[in-house]
């Protein structure tokens, strides 16, 4: 299937910069979208939304759980809400928000979520969501979905515009390498895969998609078949690209920057475990927190690297 | 810890945070400016001169509590820890890198002084009555300060808080609002107003005092006035200025979360100093 677009002209920006973009095309199309934030337009990137349409646009203020009942509300006129702020914040503050009001009564309530995982950097732990994807996936009704380079993230605002229900978009703080295809088409639960490996297959997500193609290029140079499947919709998984991958490999390596407990590789290990159990590598945050410092020494130092990847598909095929 | 009661010195050791504050920031090359340098003189108040703690013994029973439920302002705390000795002052300049005990924002587990790790805004008032019941319960007679941004009082948790503390009574807290009129997205009376702020704290319950929170005598009464309140919690509202102490940070929405270039560092020390000095 496809290469990435970089050489084809795509831009290197941040997800949540594409995020910003996105909304205003659907604000220009659409005069039911209803945008929120929670004192992080600035950050969120619905800054540029709110300065073209004031009148749809509402701070709520350093108020998670008001934002988020405030959405549900609007979603109740008939309006198409989009509710920002940080990753922590929407998803851990306003947890039990989600789940009374929005997911249980499946509102059209879009979560659009940013600052994710570890390479928010130097605010440290406490601005680290690194339990978002698990607290979202738990809940009945929610879509989870995490794009993994701006025009992924672009589509996807797009196609959950277009869904009616409740969804999750997990969004960055840092630039990211264009990773989609240019004849990259989303649609919600499918994933997209680059290659079906012999040896081991790896099953990505967001900024990891970039670092697993990174290991898939350093493996094949050894003589190692490794396959990348980008699974941006971790809610409702893609199923069949999972099985078609063990099938294929029987290894597969799981990426995210998560922590490794209830993600993506959560996601995987669960259908795999009942439908076709293989041994499943997990990559992602070792059931720790975070801490300050740069993006890419933290990215290193919890071993979301290309270099892991391949020295613990190694490891295992060496078994 | 010896307290000193002497304004001048207590108006010095003020700049003196001020400038550590700006150094730091600028080595980390990110972090809260503003927001630090608005509550620095209601934080030298507190540790160089009202509260009974032991540096030597961050432990000690019978201390003060200090909750920073506004934990972005980690620098200021860093510092005033630092400059009260729980820590040698060069570890001032390892906020924010990696191994730091100095996390970008507060971590009680790897620094000790800071009495609970904060960051994520509007937790800290519902800790510090924890606190302050339980020592209560223990018959001791230590006192318990929570400092919050205004913008953070938009927060329902802070007014859950404020409710609890009126209904148990609890006299031994004093909730300190740094109330500099800003947040990130801009005012506090653009993004969510917040007035009337005396009013709100008074209707829960509240003793108030609103005070001019960069007036060093203004913030000492106040504190002495809150150990004499009894049967309420006080809170002292006090107006500041975000970024105070440096000319070209004061008022600027910007410099919440930006941190002094090399240039602007050179600048606003020498500010500070003119101050010493005049
Ligand atoms: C629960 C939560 N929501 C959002 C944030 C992001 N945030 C950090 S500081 C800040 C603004 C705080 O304003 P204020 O309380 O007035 O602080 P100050 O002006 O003293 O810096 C925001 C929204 C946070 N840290 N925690
Ligand atoms: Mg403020």
Known sequence: MGERAESTGGKNIATRDAYGEALLELGKKRNDVVVLDADLSGSTKTGAFAKAFPGRFYNMGISEQDLIGTAGGLSLTGKLPFASTFAVFETGRAWEQIRQTIAYSHLNVKLVATHSGITVAEDGASHQAIEDIALMRVLPNMTVIVPSDGIETKQVIAAIADYCGPVYVRLGRSKVPVVMPEDYKFSIGKAHTYHTGKDANIIAAGIMVDVALKAMGILKNEGVDAGVINMSTIKPLDNDAVLRAAKASGLIVTAEEHSIIGGLGGAVCEFLSENYPVPVKKIGIKDTFGCSGPSDELMKLYGLTADNIVKTIKEALKK | ?278
Not at chain 2, 23 to 29: F, I, R
Request: proline share 3%.
């Open chain 2, 1 to 278: 810890m010896t307290q000193v009661r002497d304004i001048g010195r207590l108006k010095k050791q003020a700049r003196t945070v001020r400038a550590e504050i700006l150094k730091m920031l600028t080595e980390a090359g990110s972090g809260h400016t503003g927001g630090s340098l608005s509550a620095a003189d209601i934080v030298t108040a507190l540790y160089f001169c009202k509260m009974r703690h032991n540096p030597k013994d961050p432990a000690w029973k019978e201390r003060d509590r200090f909750v920073l439920s506004k934990g972005h302002a980690a620098p200021l705390l860093y510092t005033a820890l630092a400059l009260s000795g729980y820590f040698d002052k060069s570890l001032l300049k390892t906020l924010r890198k990696i191994g730091s005990p100095l996390q970008g924002h507060p971590c009680s587990k790897l620094l000790p002084g800071v009495e609970i790790s904060t960051g994520s805004l509007g937790q800290g008032l519902s800790i510090a009555n924890g606190m302050a019941m339980g020592l209560k319960m223990d018959g001791l007679n230590s006192r318990v300060y929570c400092l919050l941004g205004d913008g953070e009082t938009q927060e329902g948790q802070v007014w859950e808080a404020a409710m609890s503390a009126s209904h148990y009574r609890l006299d031994n807290i004093c909730a300190i609002i740094d109330n500099n009129g800003l947040q990130i997205d801009g005012h506090c009376c653009d993004v969510m107003a917040l007035e009337p702020i005396v009013g709100k704290w008074a209707a829960f319950g509240w003793h108030v005092i609103d005070i001019d929170g960069h007036d060093m005598v203004a913030v000492i009464n106040a504190l002495d006035e809150a150990e004499t309140v009894k049967k309420k919690p006080t809170a002292i509202v006090a107006r500041t200025v975000k970024g105070k102490g440096v000319s070209f940070f004061e008022g600027k929405v910007k410099y919440h979360g930006i941190t002094p270039t090399s240039d602007e560092l050179e600048k606003a020390l020498g500010e500070l100093e003119d101050i010493d000095n005049g």
